[in-house]
């Protein structure tokens, strides 16, 4: 496909990390995801109660992503995502202050933030890189700043819905940019959601042999066999 749209604003890379947001949750926990069509421009970005997760990106663009999880969203996308990854229901967390569910979700943002450098690549021809998800289990706002030298920062909000309508909140800080287009030019294809999903389920369940592996030495041992 060839591209020829002669700019692209902070918006538009604002849509493409909603999109990107949007495909790989849904893809991760089967179920459909959507947001706002409206984005809300804000002073500040913030970590809010019950889950929040950041992560700070450099290079072409610069910026801070924030989402903020409401505990009901977090354990719904939890919980869909293992069962998709084929884990019994009665073996899942019921609790949003469970490691494993600050586990999954951080997976899930690596998960967001590398399928949204292929896009930049691929739309803007610009890299980044990313330091590892944060997540915290928060009862109150906590007011979070971008920690490189940005110019002009930009603050953006917007809203998201898991298929029960369970809301939870991306945030974005980023620099005040535009990209013009010198000449026309082919669009690589996108990269396919479900080797993002397939890698990690292969990652999941090798982790699940090796633990099993560990738990049965280590009751051989204390069975003195």
Known sequence: MVIDKSTKSTDDILLILCKTVQKVLQKASAQEISFSPFVQKIKRTCLKPDIGCFTIFEGGISGLLVMNFSKKAALD??????????????ELSILHTSDDVANVLGELMNQVMGHFQTELRNELHVTIKQNQPKMLVISKDISISIDTQIDDPQYRRVSFETEKHRPFFLELGIEDTEFELLFPYEKEEEEDVEEIFMEAKRRHQEEEKSTKGEVDEAFIKKMGL
């Open 77 to 90: 996308i939890y919980r869909s995502y293992m069962i998709h990854m084929g884990m019994p229901e009665d």
